[in-house]
T-cell receptor, first 109, second 113 residues
Framework: GQNIDQPTEMTATEGAIVQINCTYQ??????LFWYQQHAGEAPTFLSY??LDGLEEKGRFSSFLSRSKGYSYLLLKELQMKDSASYLC??????????WGAGTKLIIKP | GAGVSQSPRYKVTKRGQDVALRCDPI?????LYWYRQALGQGPEFLTY????????KSGLPNDRFSAERPEGSISTLTIQRTEQRDSAMYRC???????????FGPGTRLTVT
């Protein structure tokens, strides 16, 4: 079967750094997406990785290791507005997007 | 330009009734997706279209669910003979092409009483 694993919930402090991990076992791999979803709202696109390495975009960075079936999302200089769920999704060999359950990130002042 | 829109935003229906949920994607987007999302979970794939062609409907739970996109733009997800277990948030997303990032609509909250 296909599986995406993320921690259910994480807590971090405003101004700090947090790393949200995602491990996957899928039939094939054609890229990995991270989305942010605030409570009661639609998911919004954050990043896409298809090659190994780190992609940096402002305060957010995403890392991929295809050999380890592993990705992480790194959020720096945390702000209260970063409180949200972060969803990892993998494009499998059929180009179908397999979604994780999401990690709820709680930011404390 | 406008993002993805969905209507109605909220729908309450009685068990056994049919419902039609509408999605208006971003203009020019080739691919359109339907998902169902439970609280605290990621989106659950239902079906997707490239242009007007339904490419994959493997996620539709049973034959009471159907979808169409007749002119390659607006799409309708229809649920016949609704059951209480169909209550959920139904989300639509579109993308420029199948493998690019998806843009989600606000969703339709369906409640079957």
């Amino acid at each position: 079967g296909q599986n995406i694993d993320q921690p259910t919930e994480m807590t971090a402090t405003e101004g700090a750094i947090v790393q949200i991990n995602c491990t996957y076992q899928t039939s094939g791999f054609n890229g990995l997406f991270w989305y942010q979803q605030h409570a009661g709202e639609a998911p919004t696109f954050l990043s896409y990785n298809v090659l190994d390495g780190l992609e940096e975009k402002g305060r957010f960075s995403s890392f991929l290791s295809r050999s380890k079936g592993y990705s992480y999302l790194l959020l720096k200089e945390l702000q209260m507005k970063d409180s949200a769920s972060y969803l990892c999704a993998v494009l499998d060999s059929n180009y179908q997007l397999i979604w994780g359950a999401g990690t709820k990130l709680i930011i404390k002042p | 330009g406008a993002g993805v829109s969905q209507s109605p935003r909220y729908k309450v229906t009685k068990r056994g009734q049919d419902v039609a949920l509408r999605c208006d994607p971003i203009s020019g987007h080739v691919s359109l997706y339907w998902y169902r999302q439970a609280l605290g979970q990621g989106p659950e794939f239902l079906t997707y279209f490239n242009y007007e062609a339904q490419q994959d409907k493997s996620g539709l739970p049973n034959d009471r669910f159907s979808a169409e996109r007749p002119e390659g733009s607006i799409s309708t997800l229809t649920i016949q003979r609704t059951e209480q277990r169909d209550s959920a948030m139904y989300r639509c997303a579109s993308s420029l092409e199948h493998v690019s990032e998806q843009y989600f609509g606000p969703g339709t909250r369906l409640t079957v009483t």
